[in-house]
């Protein structure tokens, strides 16, 4: 759904449930899943092995800008893999991680419905996943819902408080489930918090708008009244203002 809104978007293959990344002896385990999209934010930004070649796979992949900056957004797991890589990107070139995105542009992050992996939760962390607090200069975005089970009470809205990151939103739906998350709705804010972070599109543009804005489809609006396509209201919304950061892009 983000790609309909004019992204190109790479899903990695990486574990399945329950956890049998043990078997992957170089991600160090299931608490590593994130060296996974880090690994695809390099190849993306890499040129394609066969780009003299005339194949299907070439004619495609020719046409991908490497020298945009990228997004990460993943859903469960996928959303606190997310928050490592952005975590990685805001520290820069001292940090730990940093090596792993080798230098990738990750100029935005979005979250849904994260492993909470920050406060109490002990039996639900991974490894290093408390990252959040390390996001000091990547755009976030924590997206989750009230009925939400799979995830303990909070925790998202937990790392969208340990993050410092003057530009981030978090926002919840109200009677929605771990899954029905998914859907539409939060892609397409997914996609608006892209195109703003990503594409540079500002006050009066449409995507800003749906971010940023005072319309009934703002997500933080206080004109606000319900999502699109007659979904539940937001539970509760806050969000930072907008201003241009370093993020090492």
């Known amino acids: 759904m983000v790609a309909s809104h004019g992204f190109v978007v790479l899903a990695h293959k990486s574990c399945f449930w329950p956890w049998d990344c043990g ?7 299931p608490n590593f899943q994130w060296r996974d999209q880090a690994r695809t934010l390099v190849w993306a930004a890499s040129p394609p092995s066969d780009s003299g070649n005339d194949s299907p796979e070439s004619r495609v992949l020719s046409r991908i800008n490497r020298e945009l900056p990228m997004g990460v957004f993943g859903q469960s797991t996928g959303g606190r893999t997310s928050i490592q890589a952005a975590a990685a990107a805001s520290e820069g070139p ?46 976030l975005a924590v997206f989750t819902s009230e009925l939400d089970t799979t995830e303990p009470a909070g925790s998202a809205k937990m790392n969208y408080d340990a993050a410092s990151s003057t530009n981030k939103i978090f926002a919840s739906m109200a009677g929605v489930s771990h899954i029905k998350g998914t859907g539409p709705i939060w892609a397409l804010y997914t996609a608006a918090w892209f195109h703003i972070y990503l594409n540079g599109e500002s006050q009066g543009d449409y995507y800003f708008d749906l971010i940023y804005g005072n319309s009934t489809r703002s997500i933080c609006s206080e004109n606000k009244n319900e999502m699109q396509m007659d979904e539940p209201i937001e539970d509760m919304c806050y969000f930072e203002d907008f201003v241009k950061l370093d993020n090492y892009c």
């Open 23 to 29: 078997t992957l002896s170089h991600d160090g385990g």
């Open 94 to 139: 001292s940090g730990l991680d940093y090596t792993y995105i080798n230098g990738s542009c990750i100029a935005a992050a979005v979250a849904l419905h994260p492993d909470p992996c920050i406060g109490p939760h002990k039996d639900w962390r991974h490894g290093t996943c408390d990252r959040a607090s390390a996001i000091t200069k990547t755009p």
